[in-house]
């Protein structure tokens, strides 16, 4: 299967009368690289555009400060090109997000050459012009209970920060003046949210 595409907001594609295979799911992602490719868990195709760039500084720093912390205390972390294979059948990427040794290194060398089938323990997601809130907010759920552990939405238009934990409780943090832990998740993280705010 072979399709480019090129857009300005989210569009979702149903293949449910014939669904894509892996194969061919990783095939359309190789032949849109400049887009971010997800599958929900009814294999519908999820494309986004490039994001603005309010919300691609704020992705940056996130993956550079968990990259960071990769470095100095273990664990895997990734950007928002990496898809992750989730329990329910989605396949996902987060704008930032890291993974323990201990479920990184039960993967076999084979999964992690395709769609890694490991739900990532911490998740960050940040809110772009062309996101709706609503939206996100559905999948800061489904990341949560498919076993992501502690979850951050990021909105920069509004200046909030929505935390979610595994124990189903949702903080919303407002102002980008503040210090947020990785708390027992990823210990010893911390990001000051001023980072966030463009010079």
């Not at 990496?82 to 201990?102: I, Q």
């Not at 407002?174 to 947020?180: D, I």
């Amino acid at each position: 299967m072979s399709m480019t595409i090129s857009i300005n907001t989210p569009v979702e594609l149903d293949f449910s009368a014939g669904k894509m295979t892996e194969e061919e799911f990783l095939a359309f992602c190789a032949d849109n690289p400049d887009l971010q490719i997800e599958q929900d868990q009814y294999q519908n195709v999820i494309v986004m555009p490039p994001v603005y760039g309010e919300s691609g500084y704020c992705e940056k720093k996130a993956t550079g400060k968990l990259d960071l912390y990769e470095e100095n205390f273990g664990g895997v972390s990734f950007g928002p090109s990496s898809g992750f294979r989730l329990p329910n059948g989605a396949t996902r990427c987060a704008d930032a997000c890291w993974v323990s040794d201990e479920r990184w290194s039960a993967l076999t060398d084979e999964e992690k050459k395709k769609f890694f089938p490991v739900v990532p323990d911490f998740v960050i997601e940040v809110r772009s012009e062309t996101d709706r809130l609503k939206t996100l907010k559905a999948k800061m759920q489904e990341w949560m209970e498919n076993g992501t552990r502690l979850g951050w939405l990021i909105d920069p238009k509004t200046k909030k920060i929505h935390i979610y934990r595994e124990d189903e409780s949702v903080e919303i943090v407002e102002g980008f003046n503040k210090v947020l832990s990785g708390e027992d998740v990823v210990p010893g993280f911390e990001f000051d949210l001023k980072r966030l705010k463009m010079p």
